[in-house]
């Protein structure tokens, strides 16, 4: 079983804000609030504060402008309306995400598994709608990456979901898809949470395997 070290305050101030993008409460090229702002919100000194954002700098998250502050980073302009990128990103997807995957179920601490569970009951409630499905889906994954606690893998995660999100709502409105995307990833929770790391990997890539052949019915095969 892996050992966690304790997390440093900076680390911790850096991780929520991280969330803050994430979640779309700081959206690309947002600025971020002032240091005064974010020294009441968490309480810390300057020189933690400070070592957060040398941390998020360094994960890709946040830039600073002189004289103008700290920002959110923009995305990579791509073409997210071409067929080739879709492809392109669902190929990395099924590359990456089962590996990632794989790589959760060794690393994940309780709390992880905590936040990943509280997705997966959110997917599960009856009167969810396609909409939330689809919001709890990108969640279930962020949150799988997160706890591999490599803030690379992390933003890998996010530069492909954010590509296929389009593409996602018209799978789960097909008959029968909506249900079986639940199951999918249950399973992928319950290794997770058996750290059955292989099982993870197979369940991963069911999963993303058969969202591809989803989008392929729907949209046509790629090059």
């Known amino acids: 079983m892996p050992i966690f070290k304790p997390k440093r305050i900076y680390e911790e101030v850096a991780e929520e804000i991280r969330d803050w993008i994430l979640k779309g409460q700081l959206k690309p090229g947002e600025k971020l ?3 005064e702002e974010l020294l009441r919100i968490f309480g810390v000194s300057r020189a933690s504060l400070r070592e957060a954002f040398r941390l998020l700098e360094s994960m890709g998250l946040v830039e600073t402008i002189l004289g103008r502050g700290r920002f959110v980073r923009p995305l990579p302009e791509i073409d997210v309306g071409s067929p080739k990128v879709f492809y392109e990103a669902l190929m990395a997807r099924e590359l990456l995400e089962p590996t990632i ?9 309780l709390e ?3 936040r990943i569970k509280r997705v997966v009951e959110d997917m599960d409630r009856k009167e969810v709608s396609i909409d939330e499905l689809l919001r709890y889906d990108q969640e279930f994954h962020l949150e ?3 706890a591999t606690h ?3 893998l992390i933003n890998i995660t996010m530069d492909y979901l954010n590509i296929i999100r389009s593409l996602g709502e018209n799978t789960l409105r097909v ?3 909506k ?3 639940v199951r999918e990833h249950k399973k992928i929770f319950e290794a997770i949470v058996s750290k059955n790391e292989e099982m993870a990997f ?10 591809r052949e989803m989008i392929e019915r729907l949209y046509g095969k790629g090059e």
Do not use: M, Q
Not at 103 to 109: G, H, I, L, Q, V
Not at 202 to 211: I, P, Q, S, T, Y
């Open 112 to 114: 992880d598994i905590e």
């Open 101 to 109: 995957t794989r790589y959760a179920a060794k690393c994940a601490s």
């Open 144 to 146: 799988v990456a997160k």
């Open 179 to 181: 249900e079986k995307s």
């Open 33 to 35: 609030p002032s240091e």
């Open 202 to 211: 197979k369940a991963d890539l069911e999963h993303v395997r058969n969202v």
């Open 150 to 152: 490599n803030f690379l």
């Open 175 to 177: 008959p029968g898809r």
